[in-house]
């Protein structure tokens, strides 16, 4: 039962679901990435981040000194069908956010992350 409870908790804000839906688009971003596409700070897109591995949603994985998030792939079957049903959210926000990503990893191309976003404190 505290499975469910946590994923759903996941799904219970905005950002998070945001987050999701970047995620399913990009595979695998890291922290400076969300930032930008969100047009949100650090440290509000790394709690969201943190929440949604408590909710097993999604994983990190450290490459050099980058963490880099996906979604999680060995979740349970509820996890699963909750991801689904946000692929499937149509949403002005969530275009917005998705074309700012694309924007960024387009003009990064090859290279990793950077610690530089361009987005100040909010």
């Known amino acids: ?54 909710a097993k949603l999604v994983i990190s994985i450290r490459k050099g000194r980058w963490i880099y998030y996906q979604l999680n792939q060995n979740q349970f079957h509820f996890n699963d069908t909750l991801l689904n049903a946000v692929k499937h959210i149509s949403s002005r926000v969530i275009s917005e956010d998705l074309q700012r990503l694309q924007q960024k990893l387009s003009s990064r191309g090859t290279k990793q992350c950077s610690a530089d976003s361009g987005i100040s404190n909010k």
């Open 1 to 54: 039962m505290e499975d469910y409870l946590k994923a759903l908790k996941g799904l219970s804000e905005k950002t998070r679901i945001r987050i999701l839906a970047l995620l399913h688009q990009a595979r695998e971003i890291c922290v400076s990435d969300i930032v930008d596409a969100l047009q949100e700070n650090q440290y509000k897109v790394s709690r969201h981040l943190k929440v949604l591995q408590e």
